[in-house]
Each structure stands twice: as structure tokens, then as C-alpha cells.
């Protein structure tokens, strides 16, 4: 089976920095996707990492150790639209993605 | 182009009714996922159809059915429906080009009386 395990909440700081961890188990492992969800929104796609490594889009960069199955999605200069809950999803190939619970991020001003 | 359409976007149905949601993908994306979403349970899987069949199933009862039809749009549908059926409802459709990333709709939500 797979499973993954990250945080339920987070509160952080406008401006600062922010990283959410996620670690996994899985049978098989293509890659590490990150979606974002505003409440009352629809999940979107924030990043997929395939390779060890951090990869970076603007504020937001996501890195990945495929020998720990362990990830994380950093958020940089956090904005109070920020706020919203973070999922990480693994990619495990001919099988649908497969999510974590999601962890919530409050941005305080 | 046009996003994934989802309809109905908010619904209120009975115990032991049944109901039918509908999921337009983006054109030309012939892979569209089901997933329910319930707080604190994130998302979980029900299925996925590519061109027209069913390629997986998640674990839920077979009170949960769905198909896809020939332009890709997809319905699902529950029977005998149970209070904890009560969720957001989510479509993806994704391209097999791209590895990873699920375009959603803005979900349907059921809520069971």
C-alpha cells in the first residue's frame, strides 16, 4: 500500500519562510507532486519533483530525497494569500495519484 | 482553453436517494479521476477512466459507479445514499504527457439529510 504523513497545521509569519514535510511509503515511486487548495477552491498544481533535488517556480520551490521517501515544499516572502491547505501526492506510475490529508497553513500577519 | 467543468456544484439529497454528478475535462484530455474530499481525510481516490474505460478503482463500496463517455466527459454516480456520503466531489483530468499534475474542477458538493 502507500501512505503519506505531513503535517495537519502550520502557522508562519508574513515575509518568512515556510517548509512543509511529507514522507512516504509506497511500493512503487515515479515522483512527488504538490497541489495547493484555497478553502471553497479546487486543488492546483503547484510543482512535481521526479529527481532528488530542490526544484524552484518563483517563491515556492519543493524538494525531494527519493533514498528518505521524504519531500518538502517550501514557501518563501509568505503573502496572507498564502493561507491554505498544502497536499503532497506520490506518482507511482500506472496508478492514480495519491494524496496526503493535507496541512494547513495560516499566514499571521 | 476551458477549464474542467464540474456540475452540479452544490447539491442536497436524502438518505436512500442516489445521485448523478457530471465532469467535463479540459479538451483533449482523455484521463479524468474522481476523488472524494472530506475534512481532515484529504483526498481520496474512487476511479479513473481513460478513453471510455475504467483503468482503476479506489476502495469504496459499489454503491459508487461511474463512466466516461466517447468526448471524454465522465459522470459519477451513488446509490442508496448514506449520510457520510456527504463530501466534495472532485474531477481531474490530466494529459499523459505530463507526469504528476491533475487539473481539478471546483468540485461538486453533496451534502446527504
Not at chain 1, 495537519?8 to 519562510?17: K, Q, W, Y
Not at chain 1, 511509503?25 to 507532486?33: D, H, I, R
Not at chain 2, 474512487?46 to 475504467?54: A, H
Not at chain 2, 494529459?95 to 491533475?102: H, P, R
Request: aromatic share 12%.
Amino acid at each position: 500500500g502507500q501512505s503519506l504523513e505531513q503535517p495537519s497545521e502550520v502557522t508562519a509569519v508574513e515575509g518568512a519562510i515556510v517548509q512543509i514535510n511529507c514522507t512516504y511509503q509506497t511500493s512503487g515511486f515515479y515522483g512527488l507532486s504538490w497541489y495547493q487548495q484555497h478553502d471553497g477552491g479546487a486543488p492546483t498544481f503547484l510543482s512535481y519533483n521526479a529527481l532528488d533535488g530542490l526544484e524552484e517556480t518563483g517563491r515556492f520551490s519543493s524538494f525531494l530525497s527519493r533514498s528518505d521517501s521524504y519531500g518538502y515544499l517550501l514557501l518563501q516572502e509568505l503573502q496572507m494569500k498564502d493561507s491554505a491547505s498544502y497536499f503532497c501526492a506520490v506518482d507511482s506510475g500506472n496508478t492514480p495519484l495519491v494524496f496526503g490529508k493535507g496541512t494547513r497553513l495560516s499566514v499571521i500577519a | 482553453k476551458a477549464g474542467v467543468t464540474q456540475t452540479p456544484r452544490y447539491l442536497i439529497k436524502t438518505r436512500g436517494q442516489q445521485v448523478t454528478l457530471s465532469c467535463s475535462p479540459i479538451s483533449g484530455h482523455r484521463s479524468v479521476s474522481w476523488y472524494q474530499q472530506t475534512p481532515g481525510q484529504g483526498l481520496q481516490f474512487l476511479f479513473e477512466y481513460f478513453s471510455e474505460t475504467q483503468r482503476n478503482k479506489g476502495n469504496f463500496p459499489g454503491r459508487f459507479s461511474g463512466r466516461q463517455f466517447s468526448n471524454s466527459r465522465s459522470e459519477m454516480n451513488v446509490s442508496t445514499l448514506e449520510l457520510g456520503d456527504s463530501a466534495l466531489y472532485l474531477c481531474a483530468s490530466s494529459s499523459e504527457q505530463v507526469a504528476g499534475e491533475l487539473f481539478f474542477g471546483e468540485g461538486s458538493r453533496l451534502t446527504v439529510l
